[in-house]
């Protein structure tokens, strides 16, 4: 028993130090591993890490709730930035008979990327409703965009770039954002 467990002591520390080892090659090479990055190019030297990740589940049907309460265009100009208020209105204007549902999914989409954003920033930044500004996939084919552009001067902040992500099935809305800051 003794011998068996020596054994497969050997072979656990045989492994942890070829991991390590590993992480070591990784580290010291300025291209990422194929399995954390599809792109065939170089890090530029430049320091870049993960501030933070943030996910947000909203459930649609409060969404409506509010709506139904506060009205869409005031509930709508409290969360909303300038261009996705210009999204809105276009939205409303074509939606028939002001769908509820629709205008209710296209502000929790919204709403779950902002609350995840703001999740995944605090406490490096703390942006506001209108500093940060959706778009969803373009014609063109690109991933979804979550931009942070502050609207006031405000004390020395990193660069950040957001990454996120949105699924929506029945009544619910999940969002991720990852942000990352580059030099």
């Known amino acids: 028993m003794i011998v068996v467990m020596m054994e497969s002591g050997r072979k656990l520390f045989k492994y942890l130090y070829i991991y390590i080892a590993e992480i070591d090659a990784i580290t010291a090479s300025r291209y990422p591993p194929s399995s954390l990055s599809h792109s065939p190019l170089p890090l530029d030297g430049k320091r870049m890490g993960i501030l933070g990740i943030g996910v947000d589940v909203v459930h649609i049907p409060r969404i409506q709730a509010v709506l139904r309460r506060w009205g869409p265009d005031k509930f709508a100009s409290r969360i909303l930035s300038q261009r996705e208020m210009?999204?809105?209105?276009f939205e409303l204007a074509r939606s028939e008979a002001h769908d509820t549902i629709q205008n209710a999914r296209f502000l929790a989409v919204r709403w779950?990327?902002?609350?995840?954003?703001?999740?995944?920033?605090?406490?490096?930044v703390k942006p506001t409703w209108k500093e940060l500004t959706y778009q969803g996939k373009s014609k063109t084919g690109l991933k979804p965009l979550l931009q942070y552009h502050p609207l006031v001067d405000r004390q020395p902040i990193p660069t950040v770039t957001l990454h996120c992500s949105v699924s929506h099935d029945g009544d619910y809305v999940l969002a991720s954002v990852l942000a990352e800051e580059r030099e």
């Open 86 to 89: 210009r999204e809105w209105q």
């Open 112 to 124: 779950a990327l902002k609350e995840a954003a703001y999740k995944a920033l605090y406490p490096i």
